[in-house]
Nanobody, 125 residues
Framework: QVQLVESGGGLVQPGGSLRLSCAASGFSLSYRAIGWFRQAPGKGREGVACTSRTELLYADSIKGRFTISRDNAKNVVYLQMDFLKPDDTAIYFC????????????????????WGQGTQVTVTS
């Protein structure tokens, strides 16, 4: 069974950091493009970042503050979030780009599948 599970969310003050994890089971993410998305209260789902074998892609809203990385041996993708702002408050999800597309190319949620259940990130003083 293909599954992605997010973890690492929590409550943090503005300017703080968190590292989210996206653990895959039932498939190897080594050759897959994996994306991070977020959904704030009352808003639609927004693409945040993506990693594939050959590229990284970031949304302008988080560029320079968030870093996506992967550990293929552990079958995990990470999202390091620094200099967090209250506007970053959201549920964060990871998902896999639909086969046969193995590249990031975009952060449109319709192009991704196997969504995790999400992890809550709250940035507040």
């Amino acid at each position: 069974q293909v599954q992605l599970v997010e973890s690492g969310g929590g409550l943090v003050q503005p300017g703080g950091s968190l590292r989210l994890s996206c653990a895959a089971s039932g498939f190897s993410l080594s050759y897959r493009a994996i994306g991070w998305f977020r959904q704030a209260p009352g808003k639609g789902r927004e693409g945040v970042a993506c990693t594939s074998r050959t590229e990284l892609l970031y949304a302008d809203s988080i560029k320079g503050r968030f870093t996506i990385s992967r550990d293929n041996a552990k079958n995990v993708v990470y999202l390091q979030m620094d200099f967090l702002k209250p506007d970053d408050t959201a549920i964060y999800f990871c998902a896999a780009k639909r086969i046969p597309d193995y590249y990031c190319s975009d952060l449109r949620d319709v192009d991704y599948a196997s969504w995790g259940q999400g992890t809550q990130v709250t940035v507040t003083s």
